[in-house]
Structures are given as structure tokens and as C-alpha cells.
């Protein structure tokens, strides 16, 4: 036992040293940078039964400091007052236009089929798609041109700064985040050129035109249910330039609302990190309990072995939660029950692909992957 807490105190010092350098010197939304010029820009809004939300994500895009832009919504037959909402926006803004989707076709995810929906209908140079529940600063899509223009990129992406207000939320979302921050330099999505160190974050996320043409469109992701990744891994390997950024302080996105939103949500997704396969999947999983809630239960155990791997574990995540706004004491205090119960959401997510389909806003997804 004592072999495998050293190797545990290992582990940890190396999810510790990537996610140091990540808060010392991590790409940030909040960059400025000069403008070269301002070409027209496409923000693109999939929406389906968002009548709490839209009002408010569409308020911040309208008041961008960036001066040449247009936004369109596509209203995904929405069961509520989204369509009625957004309808009296438009009348409000002239930037600000509506279109309704079409009937769902075999083989496209409801967001990916809205989001190509949405690109054919841009008129934009770059193309931005924000989730309908996010909100927005003011500097958010001249800080994204800036970003693209300053390292010619043709995908750029960051994670919001995640608003989470129940306990489930609490607990659950900021342990995605520790995978993103404690688990890959964000740098090296610029820096290398190896699909394995990708990532995106469909929550925003922009293209070139050329870069969105280049990579197939949302074409071809079009069956995804993690199509952010999976954009992330083909730009990569169409030679794509891209970067992942901390969106914290200028996207705003408050994931899901409720214990059963998380539950379904990340039900659908976390077993699609790793591309659906079982092998990864379950060293992913045994290697977060391992580094995670082991050293606390082996504190009766082996008490000053334990004690600096559990204290690594609450400095990592004072540390994150500082520098990417989350909940201090639900973060750092209860940080092994947080990683066990989304421990537990990985089990279900796997079960569900396994079973075939889950249900995300009154729509039944396909998460099985292609043979």
C-alpha cells in the first residue's frame, strides 16, 4: 500500500504541475489584443426550449463593443415562448434574425443539425456559435477575432466560466473543469499537432469560414453527441490551426439547472471524452478514484502518506477555484464527493451508450457509437 500511495503522490504532482501552469500562464478569453480589421462576424445561436434564457443571452450579444456583426437564432421547435421571445428581440434589433428549423433528418444530433442549419444561412467571415443559456461580455467576440487573427487560427474555443447554483451543480461541474485545467496545458492545442491533445468547448466556439469549410462543417460531425472534441481532433488532422482558452470572466454558461439536468447531461457525454472506448474509459475512471478519494480513504491507514496526497487534492482545487471562479467550499471541503459522484454519471453514461440511447430536451439521442 505504501508503493501505491507514492505512486499516487506522483500522479498528483503531475496533475498539480500541469494545472499550476495552466493558472500562471493558460490563454484567457479576457486577452485584448489590436484588431488588424474587423470582418463581418456570424454569431450563431441554436435554441430549443430556451424561454428563461434567451432574452438575457441575446441582450449581451447585442451589445458587443465589436462593430461589424450579425446574429441569427435558430428556434429548434421549441415548446415554450422561445419562438415568441425571440420574434419580439428581432423586432428590437435589426442585427438580430430568426429562422425556424427544419424536421430533424437520420444520422445529425438535434445541436449539430441546428448549427448547420445556422452556418448556411451566415454571411459572416468568422462564425461564433454560443449556446443559448450563456451570457456574454461586452469585449467577448473582438477578444475571440482578436485571439484568431493574432495566431491564425481556423478553430478557436473556450470554456465558460461555469454558473452552477444547486449543490449537484456544484459539486459535479467544476470536477469537468478539473479535468480540462489539471489535464492538459491548453497551450499544447496550439502547440502540437497530435488529435490526442485536443479539446473545444461547443459552448463557444469560432470559425474562419475557411477554417469551417476546411474541417467539413458541422457535416462532418454530424452523429456526434461530444462534437466540440471531435471539431477539436478533425481540424488537428486537416491541419487546422487551433487554441482552447479559460473563458472565465467573458462567457457565461450555467450547463444544466437542475440534479436531473446533470445527471441526463453528462450522462450523454463524459463516455464520449474518451471516443466510447472501454479500455480508456475504465483507467480514466479507476485513475480519478485512485488520485481523488483513495488518499482520503486511506488516511486510518497510512495517515502522513495520505495526509500530503490529500492535501495536494485541496490544494489543486483551492487553487482552480480561485482562478476559474468556482465554489470554494464545495470545491475544496467536498471535493471527494463531488469526484465520486460524477464517478458515478461516468458509470451511467457508459451504460446508457451501451443501451444505446438517452434523452436530452425531449429527444431521444443515439449515443451509439459507428461500428
Known amino acids: 500500500m505504501t508503493i501505491l500511495m507514492l505512486i499516487i503522490i506522483s500522479l498528483l504532482t503531475v496533475v498539480f ?3 499550476i501552469f495552466n493558472v500562471l500562464t493558460g490563454p484567457m478569453l479576457g486577452h485584448t ?7 463581418l462576424v456570424s454569431i450563431l445561436v441554436p435554441a430549443r426550449n430556451e424561454e428563461q434564457n434567451i432574452t438575457d443571452c441575446l441582450t449581451g450579444l447585442s451589445n458587443q463593443l465589436y462593430n461589424n456583426y450579425e446574429i441569427i437564432v435558430l428556434n429548434d421547435f421549441s415548446e415554450d415562448n422561445t419562438g415568441e421571445r425571440i420574434a419580439q428581440i428581432c423586432r428590437n434589433d435589426q442585427r438580430i434574425k430568426m429562422i425556424d428549423g427544419n424536421p430533424l433528418p437520420n444520422g445529425w444530433t438535434g445541436k449539430n443539425w441546428a448549427c448547420h442549419q445556422l452556418s448556411q444561412r451566415a454571411k459572416g ?3 461564433i456559435f454560443t449556446d443559448a443559456d450563456n451570457r456574454h461580455s461586452q469585449k467577448a467576440v473582438s477578444n475571440t477575432v482578436g485571439w484568431i487573427q493574432h495566431l491564425n487560427l481556423g478553430l478557436f474555443s473556450a470554456f465558460p466560466q ?4 444547486t449543490l449537484v451543480e ?3 461541474i467544476p470536477v469537468i473543469d478539473l479535468f480540462v485545467y489539471a489535464g492538459l496545458p ?4 496550439y502547440l502540437t499537432k497530435h488529435p490526442s ?3 473545444a468547448n461547443g459552448q463557444w466556439i469560432a470559425f474562419t469560414r475557411q477554417g469551417y469549410e476546411q474541417i467539413g462543417g458541422h457535416k462532418s460531425i454530424s452523429n456526434e453527441v461530444v462534437e466540440d472534441v471531435e471539431f477539436s481532433r478533425l481540424a488537428k488532422r486537416k491541419g487546422v490551426k487551433i487554441l482552447t482558452t479559460a473563458g472565465t470572466g467573458v462567457v457565461f454558461g450555467r450547463m444544466y439547472e437542475s440534479s436531473k439536468q446533470v445527471w441526463e447531461g453528462f450522462s450523454k457525454n463524459i463516455f464520449g471524452l474518451v471516443r466510447y472506448k472501454t479500455i480508456p474509459f475504465f483507467i480514466l475512471v479507476a485513475g480519478l478514484f485512485s488520485v481523488c478519494i483513495l488518499p482520503y480513504l486511506m488516511l486510518p491507514l497510512l495517515p502522513q502518506l495520505a495526509l500530503i496526497a490529500v492535501s495536494i487534492n485541496i490544494l489543486l482545487r483551492f487553487i482552480l477555484s480561485v482562478k476559474y471562479k468556482h465554489s470554494l467550499l464545495t470545491s475544496s471541503i467536498l471535493h471527494p464527493i463531488g469526484v ?3 464517478l458515478l454519471i461516468a458509470f451511467n453514461s457508459f451504460l446508457s451508450v451501451k443501451q444505446g440511447v438517452v434523452q436530452w430536451k425531449g429527444r431521444e439521442i443515439d449515443v451509439r457509437p459507428e461500428k
Open 17 to 19: 504541475g500541469i494545472a
Open 33 to 39: 489584443f489590436s484588431l488588424v480589421e474587423t470582418p
Open 186 to 189: 491548453l497551450w499544447l492545442t
Open 197 to 199: 491533445l485536443a479539446a
Open 162 to 165: 461555469q454558473t452552477t447554483i
Open 170 to 172: 456544484k459539486l459535479v
Open 125 to 127: 467571415k468568422i462564425l
Open 340 to 342: 465520486g459522484l460524477t
